[in-house]
T-cell receptor
Framework: QKEVEQDPGPLSVPEGAIVSLNCTYS??????FMWYRQYSRKGPELLMY????GNKEDGRFTAQVDKSSKYISLFIRDSQPSDSATYLC???????????FGKGTKLSVIP | ETGVTQTPRHLVMGMTNKKSLKCEQH?????MYWYKQSAKKPLELMFV???????ENNSVPSRFSPECPNSSHLFLHLHTLQPEDSALYLC?????????????????FGPGTRLTVL
């Protein structure tokens, strides 16, 4: 079983839709959870950063962590064509700098 | 220049060539990383440097040789590569590698070098 599972998509939605991106993981020691956004021909940029379980909201983006289910989500409200990118989930355990990444989900928002 | 920069952005090399990738961070960070990103695979951590000392070598073949002359610069020297080494090579930096509870340990990525080995 892979440590982090993420559906690679591609996912195509109309502009204005609510987007839900998800990752599951197997290592219960993960404590820190991140979402990175990667535009074509660019490096990943940190979008959201959460510690342990709960929700975190930043503008149109909401990150959710459910440690009991080993499941994390990123919701994008009122999606825009500029949100078209690959979204990578990443996580690490306490005391470690090593990030474990999902494969990424490619999202296209159609005007 | 701000953030993390990488040169060259694109590189095509033969299997017998020797080339180097360069990374520079302008964030005042103490830790730097090399990652490999292949199609349909998760990012793979290759090397980690903290205060110019290598702290991690993730079973990377010896045809990849990192160098960190100071905390702002990181190189990846390449020689006798294989076609399967073709990938996007990403550099990242963070404040440090020790445990943190906030964004000081966040890794910031450069744009990458797209490497093609013929």
């Amino acid at each position: 079983q892979k440590e982090v599972e993420q559906d690679p998509g591609p996912l195509s939605v109309p502009e204005g839709a609510i987007v839900s991106l998800n990752c599951t993981y197997s290592n219960s020691a993960f404590q820190y959870f991140m979402w990175y956004r990667q535009y074509s021909r660019k490096g990943p940029e940190l979008l959201m950063y959460t510690y342990s379980s709960g929700n975190k909201e930043d503008g149109r983006f909401t990150a959710q962590v459910d440690k009991s289910s080993k499941y994390i989500s990123l919701f994008i409200r009122d999606s825009q064509p500029s949100d078209s990118a690959t979204y990578l989930c990443a996580m690490r355990w306490a005391g470690s700098y090593q990030l474990t990444f999902g494969k990424g989900t490619k999202l296209s928002v159609i005007p | 220049e701000t953030g993390v920069t990488q040169t060259p952005r694109h590189l095509v090399m033969g299997m017998t060539n020797k080339k180097s990738l360069k990374c520079e961070q302008h964030l005042g960070h103490n830790a730097m990383y090399w990652y490999k990103q292949s199609a349909k695979k998760p990012l793979e951590l290759m090397f980690v440097y903290s205060l110019e000392e290598r702290v991690e070598n993730n079973s990377v073949p010896s045809r990849f040789s990192p160098e960190c002359p100071n905390s702002s610069h990181l190189f990846l020297h390449l020689h006798t590569l294989q076609p399967e080494d073709s990938a996007l090579y990403l550099c990242a930096s963070s404040q440090d590698t020790t445990e943190g509870l906030g964004p000081t340990d966040t890794q910031y990525f450069g744009p990458g070098t797209r490497l093609t080995v013929l």
